[in-house]
């Protein structure tokens, strides 16, 4: 137990330590916040995930994190339930990797760096209301008092169920890193629309080893594995016990789904905060995570509509590409074939598909092109 005066207030406490939480520790801390940011697991720690970096995270990443970029990559190759694969390659990279278990670590050391202390280890067993301030009761007995909480504890999280947190769909994905060989020197990312509708694969190249996975709706578990095991057949791949294999479930809010409870706000990933077509997160987390930071600092400076502001915010800027994602899963989920075509076959598709990863623009704006509206409107 490292801190046993129950009645100490902390500014602001962050509970996550992933890109959520660490940029939300980091901003608050920049703000001149007195933060603690804590996490359940022991870091540095594994977390299943991609690792893929589009253009909306590069911009946000602190030099820590940038530094942990294993590979820029200028090609991806897309396949149709395991079919013949189109590669699609450009001039330059559209994408970085990145392994989880050091970004996150990168990201901790930069919270710390602006002045946050952390903690790991420490799992929040409890939150209630109490004056104004939250108190925070840890697994091993230990109290905390915050006048502001950010929540960034994952999927399924306690700050998430203490606010009320609503979900509208949750997906399983399980992934497998192997070791690289020297005949993968060359591969680029590998993505396949998978054989069931909305599930999709993919092979992300990293500095030394291949992260394999796949993701389909939660609660098709034995199908879901049937897939990844495919998949790893279908790409001649061996892995043995030795290798990190893990799941991992990603979320995205229902629409009327609350950010915030009081002084205590949600960001990334635990409120929901996720593109339903790609499942990419981590430039929501990133985002969410730096107004939430700075949103917390502020209102400890007397701000009282700074909290009010961060909602605002990801209600202007983040829900409508999620509502985006969720039309375009609708229809991908009826029409993977088409998608495929779409993007793998045709200039338009694949120049747009370069752009978006580059952060050169959103499925937003693409959605508010009028042709675009009227054939999503007569597919979904």
């Known amino acids: 137990m490292q801190d046993t005066d129950a009645n100490q207030v902390w500014d602001v406490v962050v509970v996550g330590a992933g890109p959520a939480g660490a940029t939300a520790a980091r901003y608050a801390a920049l703000g001149g916040a007195r933060v603690l940011l804590l996490d359940k697991a022991t870091f540095p ?78 799992n929040v067993r409890s939150l209630a209301d109490e004056d104004g301030h939250t108190r925070l009761t840890l697994s091993d007995g230990d109290e905390l008092l915050a006048r502001v909480v950010i929540g960034a504890d994952g999927s399924g999280g306690r700050v998430g169920r203490h606010v009320g947190v609503r979900i509208e769909r949750a997906d399983l994905g399980l992934e497998v890193e192997v070791p690289r060989r020297p005949e993968d020197a060359t591969t680029g990312v590998l993505l396949d629309w998978g054989p069931r509708p909305g599930t999709y694969a993919w092979v992300f190249p990293k500095e030394k080893t291949l992260t394999v996975g796949v993701i389909e709706r939660k609660g098709y578990g034995e199908q879901t594995r049937s897939y990844l095991d495919a998949w790893i057949k279908r790409l001649d791949l061996h892995p043995t016990e030795q290798d990190r294999s893990s799941g991992h479930l990603t979320q995205w809010r229902a629409s009327d789904s609350p950010l915030r409870r009081g002084t205590v706000v949600l960001a990334g990933e635990t409120a929901g905060l996720l593109e339903p077509w790609t499942r990419e997160g981590i430039s929501f987390a990133l985002r969410s995570g730096e107004w939430a930071g700075i949103a917390a600092a502020a209102h400890t400076n007397g701000d009282v509509a700074a909290l009010d502001r961060y909602e605002a915010q990801v209600q202007a800027e983040l829900v409508p590409e999620i509502t985006v994602g969720e039309k375009l899963l609708r229809i991908f989920t009826r029409f993977p074939g088409a998608f495929h075509f779409l993007i793998s076959k045709t200039p338009m598709g694949r120049s747009y598909f370069i752009r978006f990863c580059r952060g050169e623009t959103t499925l937003v704006r693409a959605f508010r092109r009028r042709w675009v509206q009227v054939v999503a409107g007569w597919l979904q």
């Open 45 to 122: 720690r594994y977390k299943t995930c991609g690792g893929g970096i589009i253009g909306q995270s590069r911009h946000r990443m602190n030099e820590h994190a940038l530094a942990t970029i294993e590979a820029d990559v200028p090609e991806v190759g897309f396949s149709h339930r395991m079919g013949r694969v189109t590669r699609v390659r450009t001039g330059a990279p559209f994408v970085a990797m990145v392994d989880r278990e050091r970004f996150d670590q990168a990201n901790v050391d930069a919270a710390k760096e602006a002045g946050a202390e952390f903690r790991d280890g420490a």
